[in-house]
């Protein structure tokens, strides 16, 4: 007798469940949330007596996107700073204009907790649009502690309307705010003995992170704060070797980092560094030397190949970044970093999850979270090929299938 179940999928051109034994399946079974079953569309119709049931029509079935580098919580975008690039006008200079990070920043220091709101869920709204079930999203466009924890609380509050899974990090460590220009390492002081305890008090992040850039925090100032974020209790994610290699890969591997993003300027020592942590996750952002006309990207295939535990994301931001879609940084990942649809595709779930400690989402073994999507495309190999379309045909998150306006 057929045992009943809360969802069945079938009719798939395949899914993509990342198992290791190369089997191809089209149609799944999910009970309680989680998928229980995958086989053949016959096989699992006979078995299970599904409350609703999804007619693929032939789509790629996928696990839900995973955005593990995003930037939400901003309040308008930094449009006019393109025409600006264009012209030649280089990041320094623009922030001489009143633009970058603090123009960002004195914005959402004037917005309402409402108005905060209002724009995080805007931005989840988008990039699960674009098929991401879950993510990544970072503060650091306050810069205070009254700022830094409003835009916390901005991102839980969306997280929870928009039933996002949502796992929160600290920026505090983007940049020295404008007020402390003078004295940075007063704000290293604000960081870690007023703004991480608030934070962990609050209990609303889970790990910290800080941009190791020249013009931003040095590698010294990023350290003592890292360390402070460590002690802490929260998990490390760092913005390093974006322009400049300042030591930031060797620091987040020394010190058990998640992940270290960014990596355009790695140098040997770094992948070296990376390569024999084999934890410490590289963050691949490839929309990021796209849209700022850079022509250096992250040296993806050397990581590949030594090793090195990556994810793909978008690094959603108004200034380096302003995509929500991650089939969109698929594409940038095939082009720029030479990856292929499978590794892009690993990149944005598997992996994804796996830098974050997400065991049970990111794939479809039996036992998963059955967060899926089902894309309008006919394989794989059609993943990151077209640019410009949104190939997400519908969505199911915890074995819930939700509207699609694809
Ligand atoms: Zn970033």
Request: proline share 4%; glycine share 10%.
């Amino acid at each position: 007798m057929a045992e009943s179940c809360q969802l069945l999928v079938h009719n798939a051109a395949a899914i993509v469940d990342w198992s290791a034994d190369n089997q191809t399946y089209t149609a799944l079974a999910a009970k309680d949330g989680k998928v229980v079953a995958l086989g053949d569309s016959r096989e699992i119709l006979a078995n299970w007596k599904p409350k609703q049931t999804m007619d693929a029509h032939g789509g790629l079935v996928v696990p839900g996107l995973i955005d593990a580098h995003t930037h939400p919580v901003f309040v308008v975008g930094r449009a006019e700073e393109f025409d600006w690039r264009a012209q030649g006008v280089d990041y320094l200079e623009i922030a001489q204009r009143g633009g970058g990070i603090l123009s960002s920043v004195r914005h959402v220091r004037a917005a309402s907790a409402e108005e905060l709101l209002f724009h995080v869920r805007r931005h989840f709204q988008g990039m699960r649009q674009h098929g991401t079930t879950a993510l990544e999203a970072k503060s650091g466009y306050g810069l205070s502690v009254e700022s830094e924890l409003a835009s916390l609380k901005a991102i839980q509050a969306a997280a929870d309307e928009e039933g996002m899974q949502v796992s929160a990090t600290f920026l505090g460590g983007h940049m020295i705010p404008q007020e402390y220009r003078e004295q940075p390492e007063d704000y290293v002081d604000l960081l870690c003995k007023e703004m991480l305890p608030a934070v962990v008090e609050q209990g609303i992040a889970q790990a910290a992170d800080v941009f190791i850039e020249e013009g931003a925090f040095s590698l010294v100032q990023a350290r003592r704060f890292a360390t402070c974020a460590l002690e802490h209790g929260l998990q490390l994610r760092i913005h390093a070797d974006q322009f400049h290699e300042l030591g930031g890969v060797q620091m987040a591997v020394e010190l058990g980092a998640q992940s270290v993003d960014h990596l355009e300027a790695l140098s040997d020592s770094g992948l070296e560094a990376l390569a024999l942590s084999g934890q410490t996750f590289a963050g691949l952002l490839p929309t990021v030397p796209h849209f700022l006309r850079q022509k250096q990207d992250a040296p993806a295939r050397k990581l590949l190949q030594a090793g090195v535990p990556y994810f793909v994301a978008t690094d959603f931001n108004p200034g380096s970044s302003y995509t929500p879609s991650l089939p969109e940084a698929a594409h940038f990942a095939r082009i720029r970093l030479n990856l292929t649809a499978e590794e892009a595709l690993w990149g944005m779930t598997e992996g994804a999850a796996k830098s974050l400690g997400w065991s049970q989402k990111g794939h479809l073994r039996p036992g998963a979270d059955a967060d899926l999507l089902i894309l309008d495309l006919p394989d794989l190999f059609h993943f990151g090929y077209a640019f410009g379309e949104n190939p997400v045909r519908a969505m199911v998150i915890g074995g819930e299938p939700l509207a699609c306006s694809s």
